[in-house]
């Protein structure tokens, strides 16, 4: 019985021996150098590299083939996009005539009394407007927009109005209100 199980021992060990194999990897590159006359929303074709490996390998009575084929070509593609078209579609009519009419709207917008010669003559109007919407988004109950409203304001007022600014956006939001603008002075 022990020389059984030896001889069973050792038939299992020397069936461990495995034969092993190793591929390593191949790379080829290829370049091109020259120039292409390539049609608006075509292509053409630069060159290519075309490779195939054929082996067999026997161990004993068993035999084993195998082979390895790889294609590598480069191709090149052209669109062109026309600016100016687009403008002349979307606009209507040439960038010219575009920057013409936004001229005149312009000057229309800017006679005496309107909101943009307000805004031209007074360097905190946008400030004051950001204050005001920021008083009605917190009297609606939008708290973060208001909060928004008060920070921007504050980043664009004068020092005077940014002084009573930051006193109304600490008296409503208190604590969060100091933590942001302490926030905002770091560097």
Partial sequence: MLIANAAAAILLWSG???????QLPSIETFSYSGSVLVP??????????????FGSNRSGLQRGFGSSQSLSQATASATIIDLAEIDRQ??????EQFLERERDREKKRDKPGTATQAMTLDPDYRGKSLVRYARA???????SAAFDGYRQAIAVLSPQLK????AEFKRVFGAAAEQALHMASLP
Wanted: proline fraction near 3%.
């Fill in 137 to 143: 988004q917190y009297r609606q109950g939008n708290t």
């Fill in 16 to 22: 461990t021996a495995i034969a092993q194999t190793v």
């Fill in 90 to 95: 979307i606009l209507g009519g040439t960038p």
């Fill in 163 to 166: 002084n009573l600014a930051t």
């Fill in 40 to 53: 608006d929303s075509g292509a053409a074709f630069l060159g290519g590299n075309k490779s195939a490996s």
